[in-house]
């Protein structure tokens, strides 16, 4: 069951801080990690208004929140991340510039391509739908060994609006997202970590939480602003031709060359100790 970070002693549970965005997003906040919470269990955290409105919310706040260097995305509840849309919340009926118009104005999802920390989704069992969209805008794929992921809109007569089509294809290569995209079949975590779809299997279920807070805090200990270069630049490689990437990597390392960072890591090295970074 996955229903909170795990308590690794009473000095941890202290540090925790917890505050609601809404009725179904909660943010938490241990030393450098923040955490969002997608926060309706009973529903498998089905994406509904709450959420669509949230998760922007809270990753606005911790990408700008100092103290924060790396983002984590979990599901409450021991049933799943998140089983995509609430099928429940019902709409008049629409035209399809009614439909298009909508939508346009809860391109939620995209928020996380303007958030420069990393940003790893810890998933846990069902992941299907607009959840999965969610985690393939993340960085990062964290699941549990009995994860369950799948995109079955074309059953229902529909595509994947919020990214599907365009994230997947650039996760795991066009041929095997068309193979998921056209059948809709599910995928367990061995074979998505075979085809790329997560990079990372928790031991068990029960550690998934302490493991991607382990590997969170792993890279928040490392220089910030390398942090944040490093995965801009590998980013940008997804729409920039080689050159241009090139480029942009070579102006991202003369910026660090220079910095506070970089002169604390050679001094840490040669000390025989650990940096302390200021992202400076």
């Not at 939480?209 to 630049?233: G, H, N, Q, W």
């Not at 890591?265 to 040669?270: N, Q």
């Amino acid at each position: 069951m996955v229903t909170s970070i795990e308590k690794q002693g009473e000095a941890d549970l202290e540090t925790t801080r917890v505050r609601a965005i809404n009725a179904a997003v909660t943010v938490e906040q241990r030393g450098s990690v923040g955490w969002i919470v997608l926060n309706r269990p009973a529903q498998i955290n089905a994406i509904n208004d709450h959420i669509r409105v949230g998760v922007p919310e809270a990753l606005r706040e911790l990408n700008a929140d100092a103290e924060i260097r790396v983002i984590v995305i979990r599901g409450e509840g021991p049933r799943g991340f998140c089983a995509g849309a609430d099928i429940k919340e019902q709409r008049g009926a629409e035209t399809a510039v009614q439909v298009r118009g909508r939508m346009e104005g809860a391109r939620w999802i995209e928020a996380l391509d303007e958030t420069e920390k990393p940003v790893i989704a810890a998933i846990h069992g069902y992941c299907m739908g607009g959840g999965l969209e969610l985690a393939l805008a993340c960085d990062i794929r964290y699941a549990t060994p009995d994860a369950i992921f799948s995109l079955p809109e074309t059953a229902l007569g529909l595509i994947p609006g919020g990214g599907g089509t365009q994230r997947l294809p650039r996760v795991v290569g066009p041929g095997r997202a068309l193979d998921l995209l056209l059948t809709g079949d599910k995928v367990n975590a061995e074979r998505a970590r075979e085809i790329g779809l997560i990079t990372r299997v928790s031991t068990k279920t029960e550690s998934l939480l302490s493991e991607v807070a382990d590997f969170a805090a792993s890279i928040a200990a490392r220089s910030p602003l390398a942090t944040l270069f490093v995965k801009r630049a590998a980013r940008a490689a997804l729409d920039l031709d080689l050159k241009k990437g090139l480029d942009l990597e070579l102006d991202l390392f003369a910026l660090l060359k220079p910095s506070e960072d970089a002169a604390e890591a050679a001094l840490a090295f040669k000390e025989k100790r650990p940096p302390h970074f200021a992202g400076r």
